[in-house]
């Protein structure tokens, strides 16, 4: 293992471009609001930009790691009165310049939220966990903060994904950290390997709190109606069940909704339902 302490990612967004990619921002943010308003039952409308009329409306939401704010907007768009968390002080700075009239953007960490016990319906962790130092205090604090009947949207990768997303060098995030920082230097990508992946069971474990749902296989059997057009080819969504289950080892990114409380989804029926991954386990 290198000796190099995991830091703070500072200026994310002034580091990764596509953070600023404003189009691919907002597609996943349509992605994910999809599924937690499918996981709370609410009817996926929107009304007029700016109107505050949609499917999260009356709910207060959370986007950790917001950095330039394009999902955070979509939230407020879709009618959450919503707040936007960050250390990226460049990020916040444009999100604040282009979205501060709708969303309120606050400089703070994950596992220090700046909101009171149960005083959140929605949050997102759309791939963060892998960036933060201590992601089990980040997801701890999450579920301080969610209301009895809020969720939690995660975006989550894992360690056995074949092409690393960061980088998009093969096999990084399988290797030990002094394995995976000589790559980085091989390759000519950095000096040091940041992003930390967990297995599919360490994800598991990290959010043993909650009640998750997968709806990894619901996204890719119908991706029009997820907004997941964009990276899903509509082949995809015509493979049965059984074909589409045996892909999700090779699948790079899980989406799951995490329910603070124990629930189930309660949008319509689905072609493919979602799966339960996990009862809360309570401490």
């Not at 703070?8 to 609001?33: F, H, P, T, V, W």
């Not at 979205?99 to 319906?121: H, K, N």
């Not at 493979?239 to 989406?255: H, K, M, S």
Request: glycine share 10%; proline share 8%; charged share 25%.
């Amino acid at each position: 293992m290198s000796d190099k302490p995991r830091e703070e990612q500072l200026a994310y967004s002034n580091l990764m471009g596509k953070m600023l990619d404003e189009q691919a921002r907002r597609q996943k943010a349509a992605k994910l609001i999809s599924v937690i308003a499918h996981g709370l039952g609410r009817t996926d409308t929107r009304g007029p930009e700016g109107a505050g009329e949609g499917p999260l409306t009356g709910l207060r939401a959370v986007d950790v790691g917001c950095s330039a704010g394009f999902i955070a907007d979509e939230l407020a768009l879709a009618g959450a009165k919503t707040t936007g968390v960050d250390i990226d002080e460049p990020g916040l700075a444009k999100a604040r310049a282009r979205f501060g009239d709708r969303v309120d953007f606050r400089l703070a960490r994950g596992e220090d939220l700046p909101f009171e016990d149960g005083s959140i319906d929605v949050a997102v962790l759309n791939h963060i966990y892998e960036h933060v130092v201590d992601p089990e205090a980040v997801v701890a604090d999450i579920h301080r903060v969610l209301a009895p009947g809020g969720v939690l949207y995660l975006g989550i990768g894992h360690r056995w994904q074949i092409i690393e997303p960061h980088h998009r060098l093969p096999f990084l995030s399988w290797l030990p950290q002094s394995a995976a920082d000589r790559y980085m230097r091989l390759t000519g990508k950095g000096e040091h390997y940041y992003e930390h992946y967990s297995t599919p069971a360490g994800l598991k474990r990290m959010f043993a709190a909650f009640d998750v749902w997968d709806y990894t296989l619901p996204v890719l059997a119908d991706p029009e109606a997820f907004s997941g057009g964009d990276v899903i080819p509509a082949w995809v969504g015509k493979l049965p069940e059984q074909a589409l289950a045996a892909t999700l080892p090779l699948v790079p990114t899980y989406v799951w909704l995490a329910f603070r409380s124990p629930a189930r989804p309660a949008g319509p029926e689905l072609r493919v339902a979602p799966r339960h991954v996990s009862p809360p386990r309570h401490r």
